[in-house]
């Protein structure tokens, strides 16, 4: 195996160049464990943690180490690195963090496709493909539509499924299979190019690990079955995690996401709604909020049938999100602001006390 086999890079290596970072063996991250890393070279993997320098540095979460990330490293001990340097990330998929309000979550970095895999028996919903779609527009990441368990619907079924989808959402490939069958598998494979890294996002019990395990002809993910009682997925996947694949692909799992909050998304938004914001252009004011003006474009096209209400109604909510994300953290850098000021001005006064 090499390092391009992993998805190296020449920029990577002029990047390593320059920051004079070359007695330094460089490695993908390819699994986190709450600040314990794995890290993949091409001789072995190696547990992993981050150097104290680069901890105390850190402006945020963003700034340690993500599944998907290359790093430079110097070994310590048998089978264990330390991680020196993080290289800079081409894309880096983020949604909201849960329960942290302002706050992101890096799902993956350096990813070049998205699997977004919906169950057509329980999980199918077009509104949470357009969430998904919209992270993804906004880390240039290109998505792919895998639709999953079609073994369980009929044919016919399966057509107003993907009929469905099509009215929504425009030039995004659709790509149905089984998990069970191996139908649709093949070109599904298709898709996957060698050096390029594919990221799976969906909801828990869509059947991810299972598709990890059929692309790499492998066990490598404990895969389960819906709960009866909920009908909902259960948690298998519990960290993030890169693999690559035999054909030459790399692919990283996820755990399953029931919320997929919305962060500072504009131009993803306006990717995923083009449709919307074409017609806003042609709004009466430029301020308009396509709720309640007169003159609204968009109002107009929703009512004549030209734009579908469900996506309409989807757009508004996500944009809803989006504005309440930004406010916070512009709440919060003016909350270390002030405290900032606080502490200088306290300073200050010891100082002349002194």
Known sequence: MTLEDLGYTIAL?????????????????ISEHKERYVVKTEQSEYDAEIIGNLRFTAQDRSDFPAVGDWVAISEYDADKVLIHAVFPRTTSIERQAVGKHGEK?????????????QAVDRDFNVNRMERYLTICHTSNVSPIIVLNK?????????SIVVNNIQERIKNVPIIPISNASKKGLTALKTHIKKGKTYCLLGSSGVGKSSLLNNLSGKALMKTNTISSSTNKGRHVT???????????GILIDNPGMREVGITDVKAGLEMTFNEIIAYSKDCKFKDCTHTVEA???VLSAVERGDID?????NFLKMEREKEHFEATVAEKRKKDKDFGK?????????????
């Not at 290596?13 to 991250?29: C, I, N, P």
């Not at 606080?342 to 002194?354: E, L, Q, S, T, V």
């Open 13 to 29: 290596e002029q990047f390593r160049k320059s920051q004079h970072l070359d007695a330094f063996e460089v490695g993908r991250v």
């Open 105 to 117: 979550q890096i799902i993956a970095t350096n990813i070049d496709y998205a699997f977004i895999v």
């Open 150 to 158: 079609i073994d369980l619907i009929s044919d016919t079924e399966l």
């Open 238 to 248: 519990s960290h993030r995690e890169l693999v690559i694949l035999e054909h030459g």
């Open 295 to 297: 003159g609204c474009a």
């Open 309 to 313: 209400h469900s996506s309409y109604e």
């Open 342 to 354: 606080m502490i200088k001005n306290y300073k200050k006064r010891n100082y002349k006390k002194n």
